[in-house]
């Protein structure tokens, strides 16, 4: 069982619509992060948080929009999607850059989400 | 800038076969390198690990040694099992970007096991 919890496992939603992705863990870690992955490629960064603040975003559109409530919750807001964003969309979650650079990233299991 | 190269396949082996995958890499400092794992219809799984030069990562009867000599951080499996059918990817985190919280990804080696 991953330690990363996502939620939910699969989504389809139109172009028009509004949805949000949900992630938590409780090991303590206080970096967190999306991803996008496509098929057959290796997942591509999106936004990180630091102790809940926003540290990276990779110049991701504006038609989505991360939040971190507290330091165990990770959401993803999406309004206005394209098709091509359809993929899987990946959480996880690592020992902040503070507590040393060997810490692995922890994954989810993914969204899976169709844009039609 | 970072960079890791691994081959790309697909391999596709016969039970008990060697796996081995190469996994070359390019980073300023001196990174970390991971080996990931990812099932049919999972997430990524954090296989083995090394942080410095000489380290040898293993788990679930595969290896990795952290070559800084020749940049590479190849995973090796003595007897591959049906279940060992997934996607590897190889990863660094470069500690000399140290506010930087990106892990740069190979671009993923897809293996199938037939019985």
């Known amino acids: 069982d991953t330690e990363v919890t996502q939620t939910p496992k699969h989504l389809v939603m139109g172009m028009t619509n509004k949805k949000s992705l949900k992630c938590e863990q409780h090991?303590?870690?206080?970096?967190m992060y999306w991803y996008k992955q496509k098929a057959k490629k290796p997942p591509e960064l999106m936004f990180v948080y630091s102790y809940e603040k926003l540290s990276i975003n990779e110049s991701v559109p504006s038609r989505f929009s991360p939040e971190c409530p507290n330091s165990s919750l990770l959401n993803l807001h999406l309004h206005a999607l394209q098709p091509e964003d359809s993929a899987l969309y990946l959480c996880a979650s690592s020992q902040s850059r503070d507590r040393g650079f060997n810490s692995p990233l922890h994954f989810g299991n993914g969204t899976r989400l169709t844009v039609t | 800038g970072n960079s890791v190269t691994q081959m790309e396949g697909p391999v596709t082996l016969s039970e008990e076969a060697f796996l081995t995958i190469n996994c070359t890499y390019t980073a300023t400092g001196y990174p970390s390198l991971f080996w990931y794992v990812q099932y049919p219809g999972e997430g990524l799984q954090l296989l083995l690990k090394a942080t410095k030069a000489d380290d040898k990562g293993s788990n679930k009867g595969f290896e990795a040694t952290y070559r800084k000599e020749t940049t590479s951080f190849h995973l090796e499996k003595g007897s591959v099992q049906v279940s060992d059918s997934a996607v590897y990817f190889c990863a660094l985190s470069d500690p000399g970007r140290s506010n930087d919280y990106k892990l740069s990804f190979g671009a993923g080696t897809t293996v199938t096991v037939r019985a």
């Open positions: 090991m303590g870690h206080r970096a």
